[in-house]
């Protein structure tokens, strides 16, 4: 390698370092900026939200001067990282309110459109995006994209259903339990859960007609659903549902009753069903799971239990004989035990 | 004129109360951490100090004792996203304490507890 060689691979290198801190220069900038930026769309967006619920009469504030405001720190069409930005605060500052302020926050809402770009993210190829936009409206109750929405309550793509489902939850509350019969992707557990939780906060009060037309669902992950509902709103005149599911077919839909029942108090007619219903279940760790709920939640049935400690299901007799023990008949237990070695002798003295 | 201090990180709820006392006659302090305090502040005897618990550098508990140990007030209350049971029993345990809000909250309430004083 001659001088001249060296030299310029000298001056190669030299080039690409300066290349390299001047884009670290540029993006130092221009996250100094951005950050100036997004901090001034927070401090706006705090002051038109304050002075907005909290009007003073002497120095009102209007709609277009929200508009013009927002406009000057570049919430504007083109600027979508802006407007982004701006939905996030505005569902952030939503999940803050409740009561009076709460519904004059919707209307606020109303008033300052960020441009249909969530609507926009729905037309997506992207699942991230159409699962990102439904939530968005959902979260900023716009409505009026309801349609737009409901097609997707089915889709294939996990995420992007469970957000159409959540805000089929939200716009049409308990109404929106008729379409479960005719859902034919898998709701998981959380999904479950999260529509639960989300139909209780916006609508605490039952509409039973809607429940009772889910009924007709033979999905199972519509039955689990169902029972949910039933616990989570307490709804003593529903419990049936839950019991006739205790002996389904299915492993989940069983766990699933008998997590719900526990729950519930029942009268003493239905312990009486429970316990005919407690020979049909096929898994032993469920049945001892039942057999806890009807020890805790009734008075000591000995014909019920005795039946069980002579049965065939040997994992269980010992839970029974403790139960037998523990109130009153030791004798029971004692003679089931001698009865098991007729033959025995005892080997005493 | 009777005075009010509130220490709130998220800008959003700041504001907000900062209006909300505003507008209801009493002259406020709004600001984003303990840092912001000026000395004059520090001496000021204040009716309500409105204050989050949830502060980088110290735990919630303490932030709480180091407020109602430095600076002097009438009443606190507690505004904060961090609303657990545990944490309201621990925070009500210290004493000192007029009220406890977890987000979401209803601002009315508040509002209802200013206008009373």
Redesign the interface.
Same mark, same amino acid.
């Given at each position: 390698m001659n001088e001249e060689s060296i030299l310029l691979f000298i001056k190669i290198v030299f080039a690409v370092l300066v290349v390299y801190w001047v884009s670290i220069a540029v993006s130092l900038i221009y996250r100094k900026i951005r950050r100036a930026r997004l901090k001034k769309i927070?401090?706006t967006?705090?002051?038109i939200?304050? +002075?907005y *619920?909290?009007n003073?009469p002497k120095d009102p504030l209007t709609f277009d001067e929200i508009k013009k405001r927002l406009v000057k720190v570049g919430i504007r069409q083109r600027n979508k990282n802006n407007i982004q930005f701006l939905i996030r *605060?505005m569902i +952030?500052?939503q +999940?803050?309110? *409740?009561? +009076?302020?709460?519904s004059k926050l919707q209307k606020l809402y109303t008033e300052i459109p960020p441009y249909g770009v969530s609507i926009k993210k729905i037309s997506s190829w992207s699942w991230y995006k159409k699962a990102r936009g439904i939530r968005e409206i959902y979260e900023m109750n716009q409505s009026q994209y309801f349609d737009e929405i409901f097609k997707y309550r089915d889709d294939k793509n996990i995420y992007v259903r469970r957000e159409a489902q959540i805000a089929l939850v939200v716009f049409l509350g308990w109404e929106s339990l008729r379409f479960l019969p005719y859902l034919k992707q898998n709701m998981t557990l959380w999904q479950q859960i999260k529509i639960v939780e989300k139909l209780y906060d916006h609508y605490p009060k039952p509409e039973l007609k809607w429940l009772h037309k889910a009924y007709e669902t033979e999905k199972l992950f519509g039955k689990k659903l169902l029972m949910r509902i039933i616990r989570k709103y307490e709804l003593h005149a529903e419990i049936g549902y839950i019991i006739d599911n205790l002996n389904h077919e299915d492993y989940e839909v069983r766990e699933t009753a008998i997590y719900c029942l526990q729950t519930f108090a029942v009268a003493s007619s239905t312990m009486e069903y429970i316990k005919q219903l407690y020979d049909d279940i096929p898994n032993t760790t469920q049945q001892g799971q039942l057999l806890n709920y009807i020890y805790e939640n009734s008075d000591i049935d000995l014909d019920f239990y005795l039946k069980q400690l002579y049965g065939d299901n040997e994992e269980l007799k010992l839970s029974i004989a403790e139960i037998l023990w523990n109130n009153g008949y030791k004798e029971k237990v004692q003679e089931f035990y001698y009865q098991q070695y007729p033959k025995a002798t005892l080997n005493v003295g | 004129m009777k005075k009010v201090l509130v220490i709130q990180e998220? /800008? /959003?709820?700041?504001? /907000?109360l900062?209006?909300?006392v505003s507008?209801n006659n009493f002259e406020c302090k709004a600001i984003r951490s303990l840092d912001e305090l000026s000395i004059e502040d520090q001496e000021t005897n204040f009716d309500f100090i409105i204050t989050d618990i949830l502060f980088e550098g110290i735990a919630p508990l303490e932030f709480v004792a180091q407020v109602q140990e430095v600076l002097l007030h009438k009443n606190l209350l507690i505004v904060t996203n961090m609303g657990q049971d545990k944490i309201k029993q621990e925070i009500f345990a210290l004493r000192g304490i007029t009220g406890f809000y977890a987000?979401? /909250?209803?601002?009315?309430e508040i509002e209802a507890i200013i206008q009373a004083y």
């Amino acid at each position: 390698m001659n001088e001249e060689s060296i030299l310029l691979f000298i001056k190669i290198v030299f080039a690409v370092l300066v290349v390299y801190w001047v884009s670290i220069a540029v993006s130092l900038i221009y996250r100094k900026i951005r950050r100036a930026r997004l901090k001034k769309i927070e401090t706006t967006f705090a002051d038109i939200v304050s +002075r907005y *619920l909290y009007n003073d009469p002497k120095d009102p504030l209007t709609f277009d001067e929200i508009k013009k405001r927002l406009v000057k720190v570049g919430i504007r069409q083109r600027n979508k990282n802006n407007i982004q930005f701006l939905i996030r *605060l505005m569902i +952030r500052t939503q +999940r803050t309110i *409740l009561g +009076r302020n709460f519904s004059k926050l919707q209307k606020l809402y109303t008033e300052i459109p960020p441009y249909g770009v969530s609507i926009k993210k729905i037309s997506s190829w992207s699942w991230y995006k159409k699962a990102r936009g439904i939530r968005e409206i959902y979260e900023m109750n716009q409505s009026q994209y309801f349609d737009e929405i409901f097609k997707y309550r089915d889709d294939k793509n996990i995420y992007v259903r469970r957000e159409a489902q959540i805000a089929l939850v939200v716009f049409l509350g308990w109404e929106s339990l008729r379409f479960l019969p005719y859902l034919k992707q898998n709701m998981t557990l959380w999904q479950q859960i999260k529509i639960v939780e989300k139909l209780y906060d916006h609508y605490p009060k039952p509409e039973l007609k809607w429940l009772h037309k889910a009924y007709e669902t033979e999905k199972l992950f519509g039955k689990k659903l169902l029972m949910r509902i039933i616990r989570k709103y307490e709804l003593h005149a529903e419990i049936g549902y839950i019991i006739d599911n205790l002996n389904h077919e299915d492993y989940e839909v069983r766990e699933t009753a008998i997590y719900c029942l526990q729950t519930f108090a029942v009268a003493s007619s239905t312990m009486e069903y429970i316990k005919q219903l407690y020979d049909d279940i096929p898994n032993t760790t469920q049945q001892g799971q039942l057999l806890n709920y009807i020890y805790e939640n009734s008075d000591i049935d000995l014909d019920f239990y005795l039946k069980q400690l002579y049965g065939d299901n040997e994992e269980l007799k010992l839970s029974i004989a403790e139960i037998l023990w523990n109130n009153g008949y030791k004798e029971k237990v004692q003679e089931f035990y001698y009865q098991q070695y007729p033959k025995a002798t005892l080997n005493v003295g | 004129m009777k005075k009010v201090l509130v220490i709130q990180e998220d /800008i /959003i709820i700041l504001k /907000i109360l900062e209006r909300l006392v505003s507008l209801n006659n009493f002259e406020c302090k709004a600001i984003r951490s303990l840092d912001e305090l000026s000395i004059e502040d520090q001496e000021t005897n204040f009716d309500f100090i409105i204050t989050d618990i949830l502060f980088e550098g110290i735990a919630p508990l303490e932030f709480v004792a180091q407020v109602q140990e430095v600076l002097l007030h009438k009443n606190l209350l507690i505004v904060t996203n961090m609303g657990q049971d545990k944490i309201k029993q621990e925070i009500f345990a210290l004493r000192g304490i007029t009220g406890f809000y977890a987000v979401p /909250i209803d601002l009315d309430e508040i509002e209802a507890i200013i206008q009373a004083y």
